[in-house]
């Protein structure tokens, strides 16, 4: 193609994006508003996040609830709903936990795994 035949008025340049403004100022009624009333978006109460050892499906000793509830704790207070290892580390560290044991198999498997010794 040469450059006339570009700037030949023969051809329309249309624009395909939607505009998405439009569509959401329409009010559109809804058959059944779930919402409770006063409620709007980001405005709803906090989620329920407490371990509730009694919905599970078996009993955990004191040890374990324990560490579910101080990892629930750090997760409101920080604002991180998907901690990584590191901190859940931390969270078992400020409980007291440390190696004092040299390392065994891990639960669950057949062989023994070989773990790096404590440093």
């Known amino acids: 193609m040469s450059s006339e035949d570009l700037n030949s008025s023969q051809y329309v340049i249309t ?5 998405a403004g439009e569509r959401r100022k ?3 009624p809804v ?8 409620e709007r978006r980001g405005e ?6 407490q ?9 955990y000793n004191d040890e374990e609830i324990a560490f579910m509830k101080a ?3 750090y997760k409101r207070d920080n604002r991180r709903p998907f ?6 580390l931390e969270v078992l560290r ?24 404590k440093g």
């Not at 058959?31 to 006063?38: H, M, N, Q, T, V």
């Not at 891990?106 to 070989?114: H, I, Q, V």
């Open 31 to 38: 058959a059944l508003d779930r919402r409770k009333k006063g």
């Open 44 to 49: 709803r109460g906090e989620r329920r996040r």
């Open 94 to 117: 400020a409980l007291g936990y440390r190696r004092v044991a040299e390392p065994t198999a891990l639960p669950g498997f057949a062989e023994a795994a070989s773990l790096p010794p």
């Open 15 to 19: 624009d395909r994006r939607r505009n």
């Open 71 to 73: 990892m629930d704790q």
């Open 83 to 88: 901690p990584t290892w590191s901190e859940v």
């Open 26 to 28: 329409r009010s559109i």
């Open 51 to 59: 371990v509730d050892p009694t919905t599970c499906e078996r009993d």
